[in-house]
């Protein structure tokens, strides 16, 4: 075992007969007490082992062996007046300039410094043509200390950046390839490239995985789209598809009125929706939700809208509901709740057929486009691609998406279908948060909650999120500027005032807006109007038009009075 103490005396006397005592100083640099303590770390480290023994490559990295006489000795004469520097700059530039210098960088300079004139057998370039040439390099000892990171296949930190460089290029290789990729793949690669670079003291710690995901902006996300080997295999074609049909649409437009340019698309919803994530108890093991019925969640039924270039969605949306036998019954139909914003219809799937696109061309779309001049934007469904659906519409043109780019290039898929789902979704989650005695899959229910949220979307206030859509898409050249989305107009708790601007709408007609909307859209159950008329009478008082108070007045009253809370 050694003493450390006798060590401590000796290393002084070592430095003592090194350095002359007029370099002694009193105050101690945040340097010297970093070569101190790696030192007493060096030292804690062999105090109780019977055998240990010193590398040179891994001994403390700080400053040059000035005792070693190196190659450099050689140059001839002119470049002995070169060294003038300090053992203070050479630790200095050896711990940060050094990691300025590319690999490639200090091959370059090694080599040229190392070539030799076949014909005298002498260097063929002196210290100052050197300098001249490499400029950066301001003494020699950076030559010995470039062959030992070349040896060592660079820097530390040279070896971060590679490892980072190989990680980020194999993931976006990955994810071109619509692979799935996680955590593990990350540490696995950042390993595979520190063993190759022989940086054996690297470990893809969690620490060191954080800090690459936020650099590199890679979170974990949920997947919402699977899709065919072959269709990654054919990605480059699919996406010069999509390049060329943008292109040659763009060339149309100018024909054309943007209230006039039109996408159509099928959006198919679940009886009951369901959010993907929940808030829960950090180390809960199973997140689960709860649902009215699982049936509900693999059936479905279709909606479909279509969206103009202005940004609004136009025409009544088109719902198509799943029926047993593929159709309704008198007596179902009788009792179905009527709505000018949807028009309805129902298949054994509650998908559409070919048969229901022509209903819809002649119910929807016929009605929409007129006479008008008008150019339509549809999938390649084989559903829409027949003549005859358009034929009653004779200046209609329909240009048709190319298969397998509407994530790309379809209006309504890159930005309006999801929020449309987002609507939908919170208000089955708001039913099942506060237990409400409401069955959103029965038909007529159905009904409703697509009218008011189709209603709801229409407003102008979704007008720039729907003309972003079309640009995100690419055919429109000016970014319409920023929007807010559906959680943000209809479910936030910002500014509860109204949210026009220098509001010129007098609190009666809103008033008089709300009860037609819930007297239209909402189950007479939950509408509470009593409320609404309450405050129509309130404003009607206040303006001295006391009759009309008195009549909002009674109505309140008796609603009250007649009031029955559901089971």
Known sequence: MINPHNVSRLVSNYISELLPSSNLTNAYTPRD?????????TIESVLDCTHYSFETEETLDFIYNFGEQTEDTEIDSDDENDESYTEEDVE??????????????????????DEVNVNTGKKSHSWSSFQRRFRRIKDKNYINRFRTYLQQKGTKKHKLEEIDAFVCSSFEKARDQFLFTH???????????????????FLASEKWLRNFKHR?????????????????ENVDTINESAEKFVSDVKKLLPSYNESNVFNTDQLGLELEMHSNRTLSFEGEKIAAATVRSKHNITHSYTVQPILSMEGTPVGPLFLCLKEANGHMSDNIKQNLFKTDNVVLTCSKSGKLTTSLVQYWSDNVLLPLVGNRKCILLSDYWGGQRTDKLYEKMKHLKRVEIPKSTTSMIQPLDVGWNRQYKYFIRQMYDHVRLYDLDVNLAQRNNIIKMNSLAYNQMTSPKFKPMGRYAWYQSGYLEDNPGPFQNTKELCFSFGDQRCSEFQCKIKAIECFSKSLNIKLEHVPSTYRNLERVYNNLGKIHREQGDYKAALINYRKALDMELNYDSPE
């Not at 007490?33 to 770390?41: K, Q, Y």
């Open 33 to 41: 007490e970093d070569v101190a303590r790696h030192i007493v770390h």
């Open 92 to 113: 200095e530039k050896d711990n940060g300039l050094l990691n300025h210098f590319s690999l490639e960088y200090m091959q370059k300079a090694v080599d040229y410094y």
């Open 183 to 201: 955590d593990i793949q990350l540490r696995r690669w950042a390993l595979q490239k520190a063993h190759e670079l022989e940086e054996h003291s």
């Open 216 to 232: 590199h902006g890679i979170c974990s996300r949920h997947v919402t789209k699977l899709v065919t080997m072959k269709e990654v």
